[in-house]
């Protein structure tokens, strides 16, 4: 059981930056289980979609969409997850949800919205013209 809890959005000018960070209740990655760590987000009337994931090791994917503005990155020891995202667009606009994936592999990660166990509340990210 791990609860995640997202801080870091708010309002930002179009090509802003937000850091956006993510705090698990318990540890992320050990000798006995490790959790692949993702971000999505969901805009009104819109399903989430997928924007990074991380493996316990580091390995990272994102899908064309984001690549080059937005990074991914995990503290282990700290148990958290942050999302650098930069040249931020009115489009990206959403709520954004970190979400984590119980695995025992620390290679592993995932990029399927239904793969993930746990969510955060989410936090609301707003980009102005």
């Known amino acids: 059981q791990v609860q995640l809890v997202e801080s870091g959005g708010g309002l930002v000018q179009a090509g802003g930056s937000l850091r956006l960070s993510c705090a698990a209740s318990?540890?992320?990655?050990?000798?006995?289980?490790?959790?692949?760590m993702g971000w999505f987000r969901q805009a009104p009337g819109k399903g989430r979609q997928f924007l990074a994931t991380i493996s316990g090791s580091g390995e990272t994917y994102y899908p064309d969409s984001v690549k080059g503005r937005f990074t991914i990155s995990r503290d282990n020891a700290k148990n958290t997850v942050d999302l650098q995202m930069n040249s931020l667009l009115p489009e990206d606009t959403a709520v954004y949800y970190c979400a984590a994936k119980r695995g025992y592999y620390s290679g592993s990660y995932y990029y399927l919205e239904n793969d993930y166990d746990y969510w955060g509340q989410g936090t609301q990210v707003t980009v102005s013209s």
């Open positions: 318990r540890r992320t990655f050990s000798n006995y289980v490790m959790y692949a």
